[in-house]
């Protein structure tokens, strides 16, 4: 069976009530390929999430930007697994670089997140990624198998995980790495986990590209082998969010 194209929307810290309401219509009257092809997931500010999940069609799904890495309890400002269980979100994101980065989110706290958010039955979108200077001094690759190998230390059940490989240097920078450069990262981590969990996880487990995504580069991007699929940032604000979702057609006609 082919890995399911899977197109993520990260809206980060943005939004007003009537911003997320103007949005939401704009998705639900966009014309986009069937369930059967594509899965779409959008992730609004947890205080957007109920007026989100209560008002976005029934075809896509809603996520939230990150949880708690254990039961809730005296955590100030965290917001636990079992709240967004309660509240019916079915997906968060866990590792994305702007916390690994400015909240000094470790490869094995990300690791712990990711085991307990799935332990609570959440699927989760997990964030791997490079920064310019591990990229310029070679390292890429170690990088983020260190990243993956955090996670994969902990999981044993690989079936509600997508991967998002999001190189830093790309992020919301207007430069995106090279269809040819996803392609060899995703390549290579899949290989990764075809050595180190098993052949049935590397077939299967989806391996989405983060980084300045937009409606000009998404089909060339979406035609890499390895490439299943996409997390949208500031583009998943906008109606080329739909485009975006298209470009799963180009998998499909492979």
């Not at 019916?88 to 400015?102: A, C, F, Q």
């Not at 059940?157 to 450069?181: F, L, R, S």
Request: with cysteine; glycine share 10%; aromatic share 8%.
């Amino acid at each position: 069976m082919g890995r399911k194209f899977f197109v993520g929307g990260n809206w980060k810290c943005n939004g007003t009530n009537e911003e997320v309401k103007k949005i939401i219509s704009t998705l639900n009257a966009g014309d986009v390929p069937s369930q059967d092809v594509v899965e779409v997931v959008v992730s609004p500010p947890f205080v957007f999430l109920p007026l989100t999940k209560g008002s976005l069609r029934p075809d896509f799904h809603v996520a939230a930007q990150n949880c708690w890495v254990k039961k809730g309890g005296a955590y100030t400002g965290e917001i636990s697994a079992e709240m967004l269980v309660n509240l019916d979100i079915p997906w968060v994101i866990l590792g994305h670089s702007e916390r690994r980065l400015i909240l000094g989110e470790s490869n094995e706290f990300v690791g712990d997140k990711v085991a307990y958010a799935l332990s609570r039955g959440l699927k989760v979108i997990a964030c791997v990624g490079e920064t310019l200077e591990q990229r310029e001094s070679g390292s890429t690759l170690e990088v983020v198998a260190a990243q993956t190998k955090a996670i994969a230390d902990r999981v044993s059940d690989w079936t509600n995980v997508v991967v998002a490989y999001e190189p830093v240097w790309a992020i919301g920078t207007g430069k995106v790495a090279t269809p040819a450069q996803a392609q060899e990262v995703h390549a290579e981590l899949r290989k990764w986990l075809h050595a180190n969990i098993s052949p049935e996880v590397a077939a299967s487990t989806r391996i989405i590209y983060g980084g300045s995504v937009n409606g000009a580069n998404c089909k060339e991007l979406a035609a890499q082998p390895d490439v299943d699929g996409f997390l949208v940032g500031g583009a998943s604000l906008k109606p080329e969010f739909i485009d975006i979702i298209k470009s799963a057609e180009v998998k499909k006609s492979a």
